[in-house]
């Protein structure tokens, strides 16, 4: 029970981690079945029949939120944060170790409150994980609109301060925890990327709370925030109870000044993970540091400002439209900044190709991949005709659900050594497990482009059965539907080579030294077990030298005296 | 050595070091940074860092504080901006008529009143706070000679609790009176963002009660002098924070409605 309720920040770090492994299993199930659905209607749920439309909504919601929340924010934000971060900036534990272990358990009832709305009369919430209102604010709307609905806003709101408090813990550790001589500019990138995502969760999780209350007081307390008047559902009026003039929008804006910088919170740990395995793996400091310092922040401040691009087709002065169509334009500046550092870095250096540097290299790929349909659906005039369509959700699962899954990965198999007490994933299987999950990652969401340009909507459950043009165009995009499907497949499958791996390796996995990958940063100071005296950091993280004639040595911050001067080990 | 006597000067001067390269005033000698890490003159070490020190934990905790407050302003932010959209909007019924259902809610008087206590409220509890603080006191009870600071602190702790509930059922009160006017929480849009946000901030206030009383208790219970400054010193932050949105909202619900 001591183990199960600690407040040992690595303790509660894996706790993290094995509640977002829950929670990807469950949305990759999820997703399966959708996937299964799309290409065979007909087929039938073993124990609960057919798929029907109600069915795949909710599938459609509680994947999106399994994975948004209970993956991507909670894994590197709160997974890996608990786990590394305090080692590699030279602390002991973090600022408030039982607050730490609160926020976990927390998490840990909004995951349960959510598992527990399929089970509930009326079934799961169907209104995807953005909730859009009028149909989520009125409960006798339909199926999915009831008591699964209201678990769902209860699971997020317990999220939200989960994940609020979680961020405060981050941020003033960073601030008031750093060891002698680990200044600002010193920081490893993956520290001013938990910085800045931390940023971005206190000031957006909180608007995302006042949101869901607003909500919450639409469904029960007969106000009208987000009801337009008049409003009909299925031929009945159901705003007649609910005075005022509400509107759906306020719900986008709220929702979605929460949403976007969301996405930065699941993407920024993994953009610094990224800069620091290709530097060390190929034994270069990082190109521009202080650029992807500055580069960090400024995606987290332009983040905040661009939710509009959301909105394109919901309705939006035409003004605005252009004001968030440049801030998100804005936004590739410092993201293609990150782009050039990482090919810099690995630029003709010669690079050992661990599985974690395969990984940062997929992330990179699917980075740029999925980042180049970002400006296209910047544009109103493009998102008008895309923004309902796979094309969408072909460029957030590359960019975000993939790169960000990349970075997870990435961050196991290099950081695995201080999970397991010194032991190290397979590389075999790793590899094996990289260009797989390559494949299926490429073939599952590319080609959602083009069954997008097709015009194959998003949240329809069934493609086949549709009368005229529409149906026709639809009945095209089939056979390339099958092919993701398999792909989708294939993709989950090859997660089972991970899970084995993970699972052998704690026990059987080769013994490591304690500093495996010749790593620079604090966390890898050579015990696993917490250093007893405080460390100190003496120079910036990144520090390599490589010979001429090829002799590789790596000058980590812990060490004092190094023999060779920095200045003689930079680039040649 | 007590956690709690004033830091001398170059402790209290964080960012700046007595040592060669400055005289702690101003920017700091052109010299090479870059001089090799942990060798002679390396004048990296001394970059502001994680500070260390007396008042440690206290200004961890009041950090930690000021960022909760951060994210807790981001959510009158949301909910004050959502009472300006539902002012101004409208719709056109089917007779083509304009229609705005905005009906300000005449606040109740009482509220001046409760404002007023508020106010006055944070006043004792800064006077609280700072007794917290009184050198010679703080020496005296770290001695473990007497408890001067228990006898100095308590009444203004109890005061500022009282005038908190006394705030909360002033409030109660003015709920009362629009209940009896029939202005109820789902009477109109300007109705709604009246109980929305007079209930979010007394829950608020709730909360700080909480910790008043935690505090209190803390007086007696706790031996470590820092957990009793801490508790004392974030209570205040937070209840001034609260008095401060407070008069922010009563201002928008008075005069903006
Ligand atoms: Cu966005």
Sequence with gaps: ?572 | MPSTITPINTERDKKRHLDDHEGGHGRRPPTDKRTGGGGDNDNWNDRPQGRRGPREKLSRARLGLFFALAGDLMFFVAIVSAFFVAQNSSHIDVYNRYVNQWLPTAIPPILWLNTAVLILSSVTMEVARRSMFRETDVMDEWLGIGKPLTRRVLPWLVATTALGLLFLAGQAVAWHQLNIQHVFFSSNPSSHFFYLITYTHAIHLFLGIGALIAALTALYASRLLETRQILIDCTAWYWHAMGLFWIFLFALLAFFQ
């Excluded at chain 1, 609160?102 to 079934?123: K, R």
């Excluded at chain 1, 009831?146 to 601030?175: E, R, Y």
């Excluded at chain 1, 337009?228 to 031929?235: A, E, H, L, M, R």
């Excluded at chain 1, 980042?371 to 109103?380: D, E, F, R, V």
């Design chain 1, 1 to 572: 029970m001591t183990h199960l309720f600690s407040t040992d920040h690595r303790t509660i770090g894996r706790q993290y981690l094995t509640l977002a492994l829950i929670a990807v299993i469950t949305g990759t199930l999820l997703s399966l079945l959708m996937r299964t659905h799309l290409v065979w209607p007909s087929w039938k749920l073993p124990l609960h029949g057919s798929i029907l439309p109600e069915d795949y909504l909710s599938l459609v919601t509680l994947h999106g939120t399994i994975m948004l929340f209970f993956v991507l924010t909670t894994a590197p934000q709160s997974g890996f944060g608990n786990l590394i971060l305090p080692s590699q900036i030279g602390a002991q534990h973090m600022a408030f170790p039982r607050l730490n272990a609160f926020s976990f358990w927390l998490t840990a009832l909004a995951f349960a409150v959510l598992l527990s709305s399929p089970f509930v009369y009326e079934g799961a919430a169907i209104s995807g994980w953005t909730a859009y209102p009028p149909l989520s604010a009125i409960p006798s709307a339909g199926p999915g609109q009831g008591l699964g609905m209201d678990l769902w806003l209860a699971s997020i709101a317990i999220f939200s301060i989960a994940s609020t408090i979680n961020s405060i813990n981050t941020l003033v550790t960073i601030i008031r925890l750093r060891c002698k001589g680990m200044t600002w500019d010193r920081l490893p990138l993956t520290v001013w990327g938990w910085f800045t995502a931390a940023l971005l969760s206190v000031l957006a999780f909180s608007v995302l709370l006042a949101a869901l209350l607003l909500l919450f007081c639409d469904r029960h307390a007969g106000t009208a925030f987000f009801i337009p008047p008049g409003d009909q559902v299925s031929g009945v009026i159901h705003a007649a109870g609910h005075p005022g003039n509400g509107s759906p929008l306020l719900w986008l804006h709220l929702f979605w000044f929460f949403g976007h910088p969301e996405v930065y919170i699941a993407i920024l740990p993994g953009m610094g993970l990224t800069s620091m395995v290709l530097a060390n793996f190929s034994r270069r400091p990082v190109v521009a540091y202080r650029l992807m310092i500055a580069t960090t922040l400024a995606i987290g401040v332009l983040g905040i400002l661009l939710w509009g691009h959301h909105m394109f087709v919901a309705g939006l002065n035409p003004f605005a439209s252009t004001a968030f169509s440049i801030t998100t334009l804005v936004i590739a500046l410092p993201a293609s900044a990150k782009v050039l550092s990482w090919i810099a870095t690995i630029w003709r250096s010669r690079p050992h190709y661990t599985t974690a540097m395969l990984f940062s290299l997929g992330f990179v790929s699917l980075f740029i991949t999925g980042g180049l349909s970002g400006p296209i659906l910047a544009q109103p005039i493009l998102d008008e005709y895309l923004h309902n369509t796979f094309f969408v959700v072909a460029h957030f699962h590359l960019i975000m659900a993939m790169a960000g899954v990349f970075s997870l990965f990435a961050a196991t198999y290099y950081w695995f050594p201080l999970i397991s007490r010194g032991r190290l994933l397979s590389e075999r299987l790793g590899r094996w497990h990289f260009w797989l999950t390559l494949y299926g990652a490429y073939n599952t969401f590319f080609p959602m482009h083009f069954t997008g340009l097709a015009g194959e909507p998003r949240h329809y459950a069934q493609l086949t059965q549709i009368p005229n043009a529409a149906g026709h165009l639809l009945a095209a995009t089939l056979p390339l539907n099958l092919h993701i499907t398999t792909s989708a497949f294939i993709l989950a499958a090859s997660q089972l080579i991970f899970l084995v791996n993970l699972v052998r390796s704690f026990r059987h996995g080769e013994a490591t030294p304690a500093n495996p990958w010749q790593a620079t940063t604090l966390e890898w100071y050579p015990c696993f077990n917490l250093p007893t005296e405080p460390l100190m950091a003496h120079r910036p993280p990144c520090q390599y030298i490589v010979t001429a004639s090829g002799d590789e040595s790596f000058l980590p911050q812990w060490i004092e005296d190094a023999s060779v001067d920095i200045k003689s080990i930079k680039r040649e």
